[in-house]
Structure formats: structure tokens, C-alpha cells
């Protein structure tokens, strides 16, 4: 008798290999040919490997896509474009703003089963799909975009990447309230996520990896938005302070880590009396919650009143920094705008906050110094060690106290 809730199909067999068995094939990494780019994949595109490039409508996720289709198809890599949103006359005027043309192949389909088939039939190395919110499954009831369209044509085409060993590029719309336009799942069947954030008020655009099967999740890459396309950013701390404002209180400069790369970034504060009954604490690249206990560390344990008046932060240049050695440089800034008192215009700072108004050791300082020093910064003010060295140019300071008596005296 068959046992209470089995199938009535058995599965077969399948032989194992072994671990050490497994071969990697040399050449699996496909360089884009955009150094920014391929520093957030981990060193370029992964044969058989499916992108997910997620952000909002605008930004500029078709225009990077395109520049890196063009560097493919300029080194011999065939690359399928898939048109779901515009054109082929659109995207053309597109590839010639920003000179990518030799190589690309496009195809203006949004049926996944005809897509399907034009990849078999055409045999490319990259396929770009623009965007996945465009394709339908014609087994399928339901329009493009929604829950049960976007989740069959994803899975469809992940495993005919797996299958055909063709690296795969999907973009994903992301909606107001920063998550990927349809289902969440896609975030689990693809290799890797990849954020495009940025302002349209702002140049600057940050593409950082939020998944990752084949690299860090750590690195970012950051790009200027101009007439001719995006641009690859070679000295981002230089390009992030060349608008920097003289003898304006409220401003630090921070020494913050984007993976492996060190990163000068100036944090703003402007403290207003308040005519609320509830004073408004807002924030723009900075973390509220991170912010509010910044304040409350600021206001008991350095005596810095601050229950009447507005706060308004934020990080110049559109990045954004979720580390905790932002409290240091933040509480700096809040301070000097609430005294009205400018900080030594070649000073910064880093360094985590404690709820005791201790200066926490935080990762890679020596990085941090060496980069603020290579900006020409003759200050940088960091956590004492108990029983180590400070790296050569970084004063220490124990309570952020003691910062504010060294920077604001």
C-alpha cells in the first residue's frame, strides 16, 4: 500500500559526482570592459549566470547596459539585446549617444516562449532583457508585470541561461517604496542583485551589489551621469568633495569604506530652532534610527542641547552610508551646527558611538588615514586603541566629548 501523502511517481536516480571531480572552465569570467562595472560583479559577467540590475524608472540602468553590451560586442562577445520597453529606432539613437553599436544584436519581443527560441536560434554569449515587467508567459493568464507573469518568465529564463550556459541581464524596475516592481521572488532565483541608486538632482550614480553568488557584496561602483552616458568615476573622494563649501558651519568630512575602497564623503547639518511642538529630525543618506541616536548620545553625554530645534542631515553628493562609523562625523556636524562654529576645513573624522558617548574602534582604519591623507587632510579623528598604535596621522579621542573640545574648542 502506498504511504499516506507520497506521489504515485517515483524519481530516478541520477549518478553523483565528486566535489574534487568538478572542473571550472577557464575564460567563466567575461570582463564588461567598464572597470566600475565589473568591480561590483567581482571581476566581470559569469557564464551561465543571471544579473538582476534593479532601480528606479530614469536612472540610467538601459544607458549602462547598453555602454557594457557595446564594450562586449566591441571585444567579440555576442550580445542580444531584448527591447520589452522601447523601440529598436529608440534604443539606436541611445547607442549612438553613447558610441555602442558593433556586436549587439536586438530584438523588439516581449513573449518569452519567441525570446526563448531567437537564443537558440542565434546562439549569443549575453542576453540583456529591458525590463522583465514587459514579459508575459504566453501559457499563462494574466498581463505583463503582474505577480504570476513575472515570476513564470523569470524562472523561464534563468534556466535557459543554466541550460545554454548564456549569461543573462535582467532589469528590474524599482518602485517608490525601494523594492523590485513585482515579486520578490526574483531576488532569490537570480546569481546576483545589483542596486542602482542615485538622484536625478544629482550626477552621481552608485551601482552596489545586494546579492552576490560569485563576488563581495561589499563593493560598489560609482558613475557620472552626462551627456554621453555614464561615466566611470576614478577618484570618487575628489569627485564627492570638488563642491565643497568654505567657511560654512556644519559640515565634516568622513572617511567611510565602501568595500574594499576607501571613500571621502562630506556629512551636512543644519540645526534651526523649532516652532513645532514636535521638533523635525530629517534625513537624507543617512539612516533615521541611526540619526536619532546620535542625538540622544549628543545631547546627554556631550551636554549639547538640542530638544528645540530642528535637525535636518545629510550626505552630500546623493551616497548613502549605513556604517556605524558615521556616528562620529555625524554628531561632529550636528555640533558645529548648533554653535555656529565651522570645522577645520582639513580635518575628518570616523569612528562608532556608544550609548556611553565612547568612540568605538571600527575596520580599516589605516585605509581611512591613508586616503584622507592622500586628499590632503592634516587631521583625521579616530578611536583610541587601548594598548595600540594609531595609524601615522590619525588623532585618537575616547569620548565624543573630547572630539567636540578638539574640533570645536
Same mark, same amino acid.
Given at each position: 500500500?502506498?504511504?499516506? /501523502?507520497?506521489?504515485? *511517481?517515483? +524519481?530516478?536516480?541520477?549518478? =553523483?559526482? %565528486?566535489? #574534487?571531480?568538478?572542473? &571550472?572552465?577557464?575564460?567563466?569570467?567575461?570582463?564588461?570592459?567598464?572597470?566600475?562595472?565589473?568591480?561590483?560583479?567581482?571581476?566581470?559577467?559569469?557564464?551561465?549566470?543571471?544579473?538582476?540590475?534593479?532601480?528606479?524608472?530614469?536612472?540610467g540602468?538601459?544607458?549602462l547596459?547598453?555602454?557594457?553590451a557595446?564594450?562586449l560586442?566591441?571585444?567579440?562577445?555576442?550580445?542580444?539585446?531584448?527591447?520589452?520597453?522601447?523601440?529598436?529606432?529608440?534604443?539606436?539613437?541611445?547607442?549612438?549617444?553613447?558610441?555602442?553599436g558593433?556586436?549587439?544584436?536586438?530584438?523588439a519581443?516581449?513573449?518569452?516562449a519567441?525570446?526563448e527560441?531567437?537564443?537558440l536560434?542565434?546562439?549569443?554569449?549575453?542576453?540583456?532583457?529591458?525590463?522583465?515587467?514587459?514579459?508575459?508567459?504566453p /501559457?499563462?493568464d494574466? *498581463?505583463? +508585470?503582474?505577480?504570476g507573469? =513575472?515570476r %513564470?518568465? #523569470?524562472?523561464?529564463? &534563468?534556466?535557459?541561461?543554466?541550460?545554454q550556459?548564456?549569461?543573462?541581464?535582467v532589469?528590474?524596475?524599482?518602485?517608490?517604496?525601494?523594492?523590485?516592481?513585482?515579486?520578490?521572488?526574483?531576488?532569490?532565483?537570480?546569481?546576483?542583485?545589483?542596486?542602482?541608486?542615485?538622484?536625478?538632482d544629482?550626477?552621481?550614480?552608485?551601482?552596489?551589489?545586494?546579492k552576490?553568488?560569485?563576488?563581495?557584496?561589499s563593493?560598489?561602483?560609482?558613475?557620472?551621469?552626462g551627456?554621453?552616458?555614464?561615466?566611470?568615476?576614478?577618484?570618487?573622494?575628489?569627485?564627492?568633495?570638488?563642491r565643497?563649501?568654505?567657511?560654512?558651519?556644519?559640515?565634516?568630512?568622513?572617511?567611510?569604506?565602501?568595500g574594499?575602497?576607501?571613500?571621502?564623503?562630506e556629512v551636512?547639518?543644519?540645526?534651526t530652532?523649532?516652532?513645532?511642538?514636535?521638533?523635525?529630525?530629517?534625513? =537624507?543618506?543617512?539612516d533615521?534610527?541611526?540619526l536619532?541616536?546620535?542625538?540622544a548620545?549628543?545631547?546627554?553625554?556631550?551636554?549639547?542641547?538640542?530638544?528645540?530645534?530642528?535637525?535636518?542631515?545629510a550626505?552630500?553628493?546623493?551616497?548613502?552610508?549605513?556604517?556605524?562609523?558615521?556616528?562620529l562625523?555625524?554628531a561632529?556636524a550636528?555640533?558645529?551646527?548648533?554653535?555656529?562654529?565651522?570645522v577645520?576645513?582639513?580635518?575628518?573624522?570616523?569612528?562608532?558611538?556608544?550609548?556611553?558617548g565612547?568612540?568605538?574602534?571600527?575596520?580599516?582604519?589605516?585605509a581611512?588615514?591613508?586616503?584622507?591623507?592622500?586628499?590632503?587632510?592634516?587631521?583625521?579623528?579616530?578611536?583610541?586603541?587601548?594598548?595600540?598604535?594609531a595609524?601615522?596621522?590619525?588623532?585618537?579621542?575616547?569620548?565624543?566629548?573630547?572630539?567636540?573640545?578638539?574640533l570645536?574648542?
Open positions: 500500500m502506498q504511504a499516506p /501523502g507520497t506521489g504515485s *511517481v517515483e +524519481g530516478v536516480a541520477r549518478p =553523483v559526482t %565528486a566535489l #574534487a571531480d568538478v572542473t &571550472v572552465a577557464a575564460g567563466h569570467r567575461v570582463p564588461t570592459g567598464i572597470t566600475e562595472f565589473d568591480r561590483v560583479l567581482g571581476g566581470g559577467l559569469v557564464r551561465g549566470s543571471v544579473v538582476l540590475i534593479a532601480g528606479e524608472p530614469g536612472i540602468k538601459s544607458t547596459l547598453l555602454q557594457a557595446g564594450r560586442g566591441s571585444a567579440g562577445v555576442p550580445v542580444l539585446y531584448v527591447c520589452g520597453e522601447e523601440s529598436l529606432e529608440q534604443v539606436r539613437s541611445r547607442a549612438d549617444r553613447v558610441d555602442a558593433p556586436g549587439i544584436s536586438l530584438v519581443e516581449v513573449d518569452a519567441a525570446i527560441a531567437t537564443v536560434a542565434e546562439r549569443p554569449a549575453v542576453v540583456i532583457i529591458d525590463s522583465i515587467q514587459t514579459l508575459f508567459d /501559457g499563462l494574466g *498581463v505583463p +508585470g503582474s505577480v507573469q =513575472v %513564470a518568465t #523569470a524562472a523561464r529564463l &534563468v534556466r535557459l541561461a543554466k541550460t550556459d548564456v549569461t543573462l541581464i532589469v528590474g524596475h524599482v518602485t517608490k517604496e525601494g523594492s523590485i516592481a513585482g515579486p520578490r521572488v526574483l531576488e532569490h532565483v537570480v546569481d546576483t542583485v545589483l542596486y542602482f541608486e542615485g538622484d536625478s544629482h550626477a552621481f550614480r552608485i551601482v552596489r551589489a545586494a552576490n553568488r560569485f563576488g563581495s557584496v563593493e560598489i561602483g560609482i558613475f557620472e551621469m551627456e554621453d552616458g555614464l561615466a566611470e568615476v576614478g577618484h570618487p573622494s575628489a569627485a564627492l568633495l570638488s565643497r563649501s568654505e567657511g560654512v558651519a556644519g559640515a565634516v568630512v568622513m572617511a567611510t569604506m565602501e574594499s575602497r576607501p571613500l571621502l564623503v551636512q547639518a543644519l540645526v530652532p523649532s516652532y513645532l511642538p514636535t521638533p523635525r529630525r530629517l534625513s =537624507v543618506g543617512v533615521t534610527p541611526r536619532l541616536q546620535v542625538l548620545v549628543a545631547e546627554r553625554r556631550a551636554s549639547l542641547p538640542l530638544g528645540s530645534f530642528d535637525v535636518y542631515v550626505v552630500a553628493g546623493g551616497v548613502r552610508v549605513t556604517e556605524p562609523a558615521i556616528d562625523p555625524l561632529l550636528i555640533a558645529s551646527a548648533r554653535r555656529d562654529q565651522e577645520p576645513r582639513q580635518c575628518a573624522a570616523f569612528g562608532e558611538l556608544s550609548l556611553t565612547e568612540v568605538r574602534p571600527i575596520p580599516h582604519e589605516a581611512r588615514v591613508r586616503e584622507a591623507a592622500r586628499m590632503g587632510f592634516d587631521v583625521v579623528l579616530g578611536p583610541t586603541r587601548a594598548g595600540k598604535d595609524p601615522d596621522g590619525m588623532r585618537g579621542v575616547q569620548t565624543l566629548a573630547e572630539a567636540i573640545e578638539v570645536l574648542p
